[in-house]
């Protein structure tokens, strides 16, 4: 029975520890291209528009904030960087986009890094959430943005 209920202390002391866990922005806001060898099990895209990076980068912070359980960690559209905080429904695990603009000759291009905290496999959720938000930016892209874009695997660098 002891064993039993010390199983269970630490199911729930884990499961606070994940949810209740300070996000360092030193450690998580980073450059998504200078994570171009990413450490963790993630998604990482690059996406090219004609538009001015200030502009996109303002579109897709405001379809991030309507995700559900999606907060801003650190940056802004005006920086040219932003990093997301995203939590799971149930146990609000958290997994950090952060969003890069730069400026190019014609347009601009978004690099876009989505990874988790805690585990080993995501299920494609952060790719399937960047996804969707670059979904939602087609209507941009048929009113005069061209896009490519260059989706790189999920990467685990060991």
């Known amino acids: 029975m002891k064993i039993v209920i010390l199983i269970l202390v630490a ?9 209740l866990a300070p ?5 998580w806001h980073d450059a998504p291209i200078d ?14 528009f004609a538009a001015a990076a200030t502009d996109v980068m303002q579109a897709l912070d405001l379809i991030a904030l309507v995700t559900p359980r999606t907060v801003v960690l650190a940056g802004s559209a005006n920086e040219g960087r932003i990093t997301y905080i995203t939590r799971t429904k149930w146990l609000g695990a958290p997994d950090y986009t952060t969003i890069t603009a730069d400026n ?12 988790l905290r805690f585990g080993l496999d995501d299920q494609g959720v952060n790719r399937n959430r960047i996804k969707s938000w670059l979904k939602v930016l ?9 896009a490519a874009i260059l989706d790189f695997a999920p990467h685990w660098v060991v």
């Open 11 to 19: 199911a729930i002391l884990t499961a606070l520890w994940i949810r």
């Open 23 to 27: 996000s360092s922005v030193a450690k």
């Open 35 to 48: 994570a171009a060898a990413p450490k963790r099990l993630g998604y990482l895209t690059e996406v090219e």
């Open 104 to 115: 190019m000759n014609e347009g601009s291009r978004l690099t876009i890094y989505g990874r």
């Open 138 to 146: 087609e209507p941009l892209q048929q009113a005069g943005c061209r």
